[in-house]
């Protein structure tokens, strides 16, 4: 079945310490994303990456890190997390360069105390 | 502005039409976008439109694009509770833009 798996999907932790939320994609797709959805903000984007060993910030990337080592695999770092980091977060991947058509994973809640 | 705007509730009865509207922010966008969210799912992409076209129809769903006034709406006909989600609109500029969201609850 082609989908977006994030791992995990709850966390909940205390300032400061690190934590890798896990994305995998099956279909191949070159474009992946990942962004934060919060009460009356919508989705918005944390950091892409085009391709391997191509990432770059999207709108609100402070205090995430990111990599692309494998095509399918694009985990969110959070080197030390605070508690305005506290937001439900999704990756998702696409087929087309730039991003359209996008295919979402189930979402990760992460509660930081 | 530079926000994608959709108003944030709409309650509708079952059987009835639903109409969901947004204003997007750049008449240059190419693609604009129709998501669908459950409650503890991710997103589902719904529809699409292309910027040159004014309206698309695919079964219950309709969506219509007014260029002149950068405004969207996705009607959903004949409405059912399997409907209850938020709905996001979304327009694509170089990368996808998404507004706040439309929770749609809809009311047996």
């Known amino acids: 079945e082609a989908q977006v798996t994030q791992n995990p999907r709850y966390l909940i932790t205390v300032t400061g310490k690190k934590l890798t939320v896990t994305c995998s994609q099956n279909m191949n797709h070159e474009y992946m994303s990942w962004y934060r959805q919060d009460p009356g903000l919508g989705l918005r984007q944390i950091y892409y990456s085009m391709n391997v060993e191509v990432t770059d910030k999207g709108d609100v990337p402070e205090g995430y890190k990111v990599s692309r080592k494998e095509k399918r695999n694009f985990p969110l770092i959070l080197e030390s997390p605070s508690p305005n980091q506290t937001s439900l977060y999704f990756c998702?991947?696409?087929?087309?360069?730039?991003?359209?058509?996008?295919?979402f994973g189930p979402g990760t809640r992460l509660t930081v105390t | 502005g530079e926000d994608v705007e959709q108003s944030l509730f709409l309650s509708v009865r079952e059987g009835d039409s639903s109409v969901i509207n947004c204003t997007y922010t750049?008449?240059?966008?190419?693609?604009l976008y129709w998501y669908k969210q459950e409650p503890g799912a991710g997103l589902q992409l719904l529809t699409y439109?292309?910027?040159?076209?004014d309206m698309k129809q695919d079964q219950r769903l309709t969506v219509l694009l007014n260029k002149k006034d950068k405004h969207l709406s996705l009607r959903i006909a004949d409405t059912q509770t399997g409907d209850s989600a938020i709905y996001f609109c979304?327009?694509?500029?170089?990368?996808?833009?998404f507004g706040a969201g439309t929770q749609v609850v809809v009311t047996p």
């Open positions: 750049d008449s240059s966008s190419t693609y």
């Open positions: 998702a991947s696409s087929p087309v360069e730039g991003g359209m058509e996008q295919y």
């Open positions: 979304a327009e694509f500029r170089g990368k996808l833009q």
């Open positions: 439109i292309f910027s040159n076209m």
